[in-house]
């Protein structure tokens, strides 16, 4: 089981750069509860930036994505890794959402699948192992 946070996931279900890489560790995996709100807000901006073709492809988008949530992600409420993750965040000078992932990682000994450099040096900092 590794941690996977929403660059990953985005990246994965967005067929952005680099997604080929994290395809493999795809399978199964544990998240906290924003991921849902980051991937929802990142499908909004492709089609809102012409990314998409149109809006039943953004559904279509969603709709795999909660299917993949409801059967290989366990999803985590935030608030458990709140506090951990703003230590993080002030010590390291990343955004709490990007923390969240890395104080969840932290909590449960896993590896962290991430596609964001920053949050990459930060969990490396914290002999945390990242993917791909």
Do not use: C
């Amino acid at each position: 089981m590794i941690v996977v946070d929403a660059s990953a996931a985005v990246a994965f279900f967005l067929r952005e750069e680099g997604w080929r890489d994290i395809a493999p560790y795809m399978r199964r995996g544990v998240s906290v509860d924003h991921l849902i709100k980051e991937f929802y807000n990142a499908v909004w901006k492709s089609l809102y930036l012409k990314k998409l073709p149109g809006l039943e492809s953004a559904q279509r988008i969603l709709q795999l994505f909660k299917s993949y949530v409801e059967k290989n992600i366990v999803i985590e409420p935030e608030e458990k890794y709140m506090d951990k993750a703003f230590e993080i965040s002030v010590e390291d000078h990343i955004t709490i959402y990007d923390a969240l992932y890395i104080a969840l990682a932290i909590n449960k000994k896993l590896p962290l699948l991430t596609l964001d450099e920053k949050q990459r040096h930060t969990a490396l900092k914290l002999s945390i192992e990242v993917l791909p």
